[in-house]
């Protein structure tokens, strides 16, 4: 059963390493993110989840905990791993690291310094349809009796004209249901967000926040908006539910 769920944005700039000189303006967005960790971390959970997009084509890959996740690829040299990695390294896991979005979620656990429930990865497709991503929530909620979730992803990449997708006048409108949505803990609201619509206005976030949807349909949680600003031109959403 789900008990608590954190969201939080995906972007590797909310790592300072990786920000560099731009590392104060996500200031806000990082200490709303780890007060969203902490409410996961108040709900003991028996589980921890970490859920996030990726471009990949598999609908949904899974990571065990330990599995690395680095942002060499963004220029710096940093490693992280999901969840604690153990003391021996012949005895971690070994393969392809975590997507960027797990490697955002396994450096915000070491920053708020986890060690509570064992952690797993599950990252899904972008454009996974609503009807495979509601019964993949069901599922994660049922893989133990308390489950906690920290589900990553971004609004619209398109909210200025130095947006990554450029502007786009639907992208405000779009990131302000969404983010009311998951302010209010409104599964209903995220389950019918549109696919083609989120699609074109660049959000990774959809699919995770419908396999939320999925995964919160009983669970009676309340939710609490903590931060919402569009730096960069990109949406970004810290929440809490509980």
């Known amino acids: ?31 709303a993110c780890v007060d969203a960790v902490g409410v996961l971390a108040a709900a003991r ?25 680095t942002f060499r690829r963004f220029g710096v040299a940093l490693d992280v791993t999901l969840g604690p990695a153990g003391p021996a390294p012949e005895d971690r896991p070994t393969g392809p690291g ?10 915000l656990l070491s920053r708020t310094e986890w060690s509570g429930a064992p952690v797993e990865g599950v990252a899904v497709a972008e454009r996974l349809p609503r009807d495979r991503c509601l019964p993949l929530g069901r599922e994660l909620a049922g893989a133990a009796p308390r489950v906690a979730l920290l589900v990553m992803g971004d609004g619209s990449a398109r909210r200025s004209v130095k947006a990554p997708g450029y502007f ?7 990131d302000a249901a969404a983010f009311g949505a998951l302010g209010a803990a409104d599964t209903a609201a995220l389950a019918a967000l549109d696919e083609e619509l989120a699609a074109a206005l660049l ?3 959809r699919a995770s926040w419908q396999v939320l949807a999925g995964a919160a349909e009983d669970a009676g949680l309340r939710g609490r908006l903590l931060r919402e600003e569009a730096p960069y031109g990109v949406g970004y959403a810290v929440a809490a539910w509980s």
């Open 98 to 107: 975590v997507p960027a979005s797990l490697a955002v979620g396994a450096w």
């Open 1 to 31: 059963m789900l008990v608590a769920a954190a969201l939080c944005p995906c972007p590797p700039l909310l790592v300072p390493e990786v920000a560099a000189g731009a590392a104060p303006e996500l200031e806000p967005v990082r200490a």
């Open 45 to 69: 959970p028996d589980r921890l989840i970490v859920l996030g997009p990726d471009r990949a084509e598999a609908d949904a890959a899974r990571y065990p905990q330990g599995a690395p996740g």
């Open 168 to 174: 786009d006048e639907r992208a405000e409108a779009f």
């Open 203 to 205: 959000v990774s976030g």
